[in-house]
């Protein structure tokens, strides 16, 4: 028999090649999950770990719950698929109305996809079609911002402005940048910076550099996520708002990570009070549990949209996925949404925030941290460097938490937490008391 070493045999560990993984290392010192519960991970020896990234911010309700896990199963057996291109099913159609019934303003129209990097491609692909159907095929262009993470795709990593998952790939999309909001004199900062919304100018270098007949659209996470939790300063988002106003530019919201309550507002756009024309969600929609990602749109890009879409019959937007709308990830997504609301685990979110705030800037001044900033039930961490070596010491910081119950995120120089929205004051307790021992004998 093959040596079953951490519940997976050496053939089929070679045989997966693991998703921004370091396959090499992980192969080498396999971290296996078997099993979770609430808000832990089970591993394959049956240790439980707190899950502090609440899966990949996706289960912000915690895991296995059983309202979803049964809405999965009857869908199974009711209807497990249906086509999704020129015929329909009820749940989708039901599932839009509460989005758009949530969503801020007008933004009522939902485009399904099955992740936030479709969601990412999506919306790009609606700004060109919105512009071109208004006559100005010319606006093509997507500004994106250093730092941000939209996914995987072509899109994604091109308006994307993450170095490391840029850099392998070649010519993509024509994309350009904003600077990100990351403030040298703001290490430690608690919720919004107040100082740095003169960022937003850049928009009219942008303007100035492209002209405003060829950019498409602006795409910023409200909040953005993956680069370590960087906040928008005070005032930020707003003047972004009023740029893209004046210069006829469409501002899309990637609310992949901000969405549906990691704020302690339902979206992003809530929390800093600047309506977009565009959200994209995905991840926590379905609580993980099932694929699903969105677009939601403004009323009047549907509208033009599909009102220059020739005869009747014809398809306006030529763009879907197989499984856009999923009978299984709209029960999912269903059944997620009213745990989120029978258990207001938005207002929880907020409420415990401060807590939280509390908690993790009580590590400032421990050895390597340079930096702390947090928003809602999210924090980052910037740490210092080994010399050439960014990625090493999160990287190091995160598998001895991990060896001692804890499960953080580390990426590039950061270390992140995404809390669930279902942790108990001990639980903060108890991941920052061990973060503090880490950080101590770092
Ligand atoms: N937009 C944003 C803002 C995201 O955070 C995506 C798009 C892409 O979504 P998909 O579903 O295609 O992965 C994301 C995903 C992390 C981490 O550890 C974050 C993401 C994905 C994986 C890991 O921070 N964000
Ligand atoms: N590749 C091939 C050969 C296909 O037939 C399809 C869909 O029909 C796709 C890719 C796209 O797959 P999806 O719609 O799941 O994104």
């Known amino acids: 028999m093959t040596q079953q070493a951490h519940g997976v045999t050496q053939a ?38 707190f899950d502090g990234l609440s899966g990949l911010w996706t289960c912000g309700a915690g895991h296995n719950r059983p309202e979803i896990a049964e809405a999965v199963a009857r869908q199974l057996t009711t209807l497990d698929y249906a ?6 099913h009820t749940l989708a ?26 969601a990412a491609d999506t919306a790009t692909k609606i700004a ?6 208004q006559g100005q095929p010319t606006k093509t262009r997507i500004i994106g911002r250093a730092k941000g993470y939209h996914g995987a795709s072509w899109g994604g990593i091109s308006f994307g402005g993450i170095g490391a998952n840029r850099k392998m790939w070649g010519p993509a999309m024509e994309s350009d940048h904003l600077s990100h909001t990351l403030l040298a004199d703001q290490p430690f900062c608690k919720g919004m910076p107040d100082t740095g919304a003169h960022l937003a100018e850049e928009l009219i270098e942008m303007v100035a550099l492209h002209d405003a007949s060829n950019i498409a659209a602006v795409i910023v996470e409200p909040l953005a996520g993956s680069a370590g939790v960087i906040i ?16 006829d530019i469409l501002l899309i919201f990637d609310e992949v990570i901000t969405g549906f309550g990691r704020t302690g507002h339902l979206f992003g756009a809530n929390a800093f009070d600047v309506v977009p024309d565009m959200i994209n969600v995905a991840k926590q929609l379905t609580n993980g549990a099932v694929p699903m990602g969105a677009v939601m749109t403004r009323q009047f890009i549907y509208d033009t949209v599909t009102g220059a879409g020739g005869p009747e019959y014809n398809i306006e937007l030529p763009h879907g996925y197989t499984y856009s709308g999923h009978p299984v990830a709209c029960a999912a997504a269903m059944a997620a949404l009213d745990v989120l609301e029978q258990e207001s685990l938005v207002s929880r979110v907020s409420e415990l925030s401060p807590y939280f705030e509390k908690a993790v800037h009580s590590l400032a001044g421990l050895p390597f941290v340079k930096g702390i900033r947090n928003f809602g039930f999210a924090a980052g961490f910037t740490i210092e460097s080994y010399p050439g070596e960014p990625a090493r010491r999160p990287f190091e910081l995160a598998m001895s938490l991990w060896d001692k119950g804890y499960y953080v995120r580390y990426g590039g120089d950061t270390l ?26 770092a």
């Open 93 to 118: 159609f039901e599932l839009a109305e509460r989005l758009a019934a949530m969503a801020p303003a007008d933004i009522n129209q939902v485009f399904f996809t099955n992740s936030g990097s479709e």
């Open 12 to 49: 089929q560990k070679d045989a997966l090649w693991m998703p921004y993984t370091a396959n090499r290392q992980f192969k080498s010192s396999p971290r296996i999950v078997s099993g979770a519960e609430g808000n832990y991970l089970i591993d394959d020896t049956g240790r439980k770990v």
């Open 128 to 133: 060109r079609a919105y512009w071109r159907q």
């Open 83 to 88: 086509p999704a291109f020129q015929y329909g």
């Open 232 to 247: 928008p300063p005070v005032g930020y988002l707003r003047r972004l708002r009023e740029l893209c106003d004046e210069h």
């Open 416 to 441: 992140q937490l995404g809390i669930p929205f279902t942790t108990e004051k001990f639980e903060i307790d108890n991941l920052i008391n061990a973060m503090h021992d880490t950080l101590s004998n």
